[in-house]
């Protein structure tokens, strides 16, 4: 019929009702009114949590989907396609970055730098975690949950930057660096880092996290292009060598071999079992992620480390399945426990976005799952990381925030005098 002619436009014809993208940055949109007219076309964009791209030959938004790597233990490398790395070396290496020349996406550049612990040569730790992203460098570093360096400068959370594309805030037991284009690095300033980036990477990266191209084999591409024979080859190739040159001269001690009858007691439910029970506390994740990776991890853990790394080993499973939105409720007052500051309580579900001085109100509008975390009583917020009377609270100055306890040592001069400018402002105000 006539009516269903549709509209003609450069010699092309469109179909009554159809759509279409003018360019490959999805931001013009047209559109066939009716038969025998002409398009229409506005600017436009993809909708949250949607990505502009190809697929099939069609140019659309489409969901988006991501890839985890999560390093944790002394360390375990689980990389973006679900293949395993242990690798004790020392120094400093590349966990992820973009590897190509695809200029449309946003440069990043994630590295770890791992060290031994509890005098235990055999074994190494990630002690801090660097991201080079919009031309800033962000060091999340162990035991420091309420602050980073940003640009080597001590600066209080939250951080927020580059016209707030990107943000760095305490969430849960994590500190969590989220950018614009959907890269998410957190770090619970222990021993476990997550990196989590868009499918719009996919087969776009490179680093002990693998290229993200859906192909497990390949995880141990080297720098050169070439595969690396064993884990400690990839390793060692990833190291980044002007963060401290000196590092690989120490060698890492391998832990000896687990005798069958320790690996037998430690594969029971009363330790790493507990990860793969189908009865046991972290059932209800196993059809979303599986345990045996971190099963396997978990023995190796325990043969080196003994039984006092199990919480560790639970904790990393159980952090993967809460981010994957699987809510779990595994510890106790006398298995695992998390010991809580002044004016807090431990709680397995707590909202991912606390409620701070400067967003008191983030728990309402979170819509991220939630964590096993100390939250703060009832009338109390978080000023660092202590909960803290609302009237207690800081200063948020010139894009930093400052705790009423701040000391002024050690900070630039014009930090010092901001401060006792607000200092000022709060006595007269």
Not at 77 to 84: A, G, L, P, S, W
Request: aromatic residues 12%; contains cysteine; charged residues 15%.
């Amino acid at each position: 019929p006539s009516s269903q002619c549709g509209c003609w436009e450069d010699s092309k014809h469109y179909p009554v009702g159809s759509e279409f993208w003018t360019d490959d940055t999805c931001s013009t949109k047209c559109r066939c009114p009716s038969a025998g007219g002409s398009l229409v076309c506005n600017s436009a964009s993809c909708a949250p949590g949607k990505y502009c791209g190809v697929t099939n030959g069609v140019l659309d938004c489409f969901d988006l989907t991501f890839g985890n790597c999560v390093t944790w233990g002394d360390p375990h490398y689980h990389t973006f396609d679900k293949e395993v790395h242990h690798f004790m070396g020392i120094c400093t290496y590349t966990l992820s970055k973009l590897c190509t020349n695809a200029t449309s996406l946003p440069y990043f550049n994630i590295e770890a730098k791992n060290e031994h612990r509890y005098g235990n040569p055999t074994v190494s730790y990630i002690q801090k975690v660097m991201v080079d992203v919009y031309d800033h460098k962000i060091t999340i570093v162990k035991n420091e949950p309420s602050r980073v360096l940003v640009d080597g400068i001590w600066t209080n959370l939250p951080v927020i930057l580059a016209n707030e594309s990107l943000t760095v805030k305490q969430s849960g037991r994590y500190v969590i660096l989220e950018t614009e284009f959907h890269l998410i690095v957190s770090y619970d300033t222990d021993h476990t880092v997550d990196v989590k980036i868009a499918t719009t990477y996919f087969n776009q990266t490179c680093g002990m996290c693998g290229n993200f191209n859906g192909i497990q084999h390949d995880d141990f591409m080297m720098p050169n292009k070439q595969l690396a024979q064993n884990s400690n080859q990839l390793g060692d190739s990833w190291m980044v060598e002007y963060e401290d040159p000196l590092c690989n001269t120490i060698v890492p001690t391998p832990p000896p071999p687990c005798p069958p009858e320790t690996e037998e007691l430690y594969s029971n439910n009363q330790f790493c079992g507990l990860l793969t029970s189908k009865d046991g506390p972290f059932k209800a994740c196993h059809p979303v992620i599986s345990p045996q990776h971190f099963f396997d991890s978990c023995i190796f853990d325990l043969c080196a480390l003994g039984a006092g790394s199990l919480c560790k080993a639970l904790e990393a499973y159980a952090d993967t399945c809460q981010r994957a939105g699987v809510t779990l409720a595994w510890r106790n007052s006398t298995f695992c426990p998390i010991p809580c500051p002044a004016n807090s309580h431990y709680n397995p579900c707590t909202s991912a976005c606390p409620a701070t001085c400067l967003d008191q109100s983030a728990p309402s509008d979170c819509n991220k799952p939630c964590t096993d975390a100390c939250e703060c009583d009832n009338g109390f917020v978080l000023s660092g990381h202590v909960c803290v009377p609302v009237s207690e609270c800081g200063c948020f100055y010139n894009g930093k925030y400052y705790q009423v306890s701040f000391a002024m040592f050690n900070y630039p001069l014009n930090n010092v005098i901001g401060f006792l400018e607000i200092v000022y402002w709060k006595t007269v105000n």
